[in-house]
Nanobody, 114 residues
Framework: QVRLVESGGGLVQPGGSLRLSCAGS????????MNWYRQTPGKEREFVAS????????NYAGSVKGRFTISRDNGKNAVYLQMNDLKPEDTGVYYC???????WGQGTQVTVSS
């Protein structure tokens, strides 16, 4: 019943930008912190960014600080990840998830390559 659907991924050149979206349904969206993770080829799934239920606080992995911005629109049941100055090492499948709770979304592929 709980569903998270990621979108917005694609192929971009190094230095480019993408905005990922995650739409939630089947739960009270505004009651949960939300997170972005990525599964990078050859590496374990890693934390990227989080945002509190109200959007009042955010947290980022050191590797993306200054380049990525997480935000949310509780009226739209959506969380976003603005990704700027993309690097090849940002390549992977990006997932959103509620804090401490499953499920994961289906993921959206981000490929950064020249």
């Amino acid at each position: 019943q709980v569903r998270l659907v990621e979108s917005g991924g694609g192929l971009v050149q190094p230095g480019g930008s993408l905005r990922l979206s995650c739409a939630g349904s089947g739960f009270t969206f505004s009651s949960y912190g939300m997170n972005w993770y990525r599964q990078t080829p050859g590496k374990e799934r890693e934390f990227v960014a989080s945002i509190s239920s109200s959007g009042g606080s955010t947290n980022y992995a050191g590797s993306v600080k200054g380049r990525f911005t997480i935000s949310r629109d509780n009226g739209k049941n959506a969380v976003y990840l603005q990704m700027n100055d993309l690097k090849p090492e940002d390549t992977g499948v990006y997932y959103c998830k509620r804090t401490t709770l499953p499920p994961w979304g289906q993921g959206t592929q981000v490929t950064v390559s020249s």
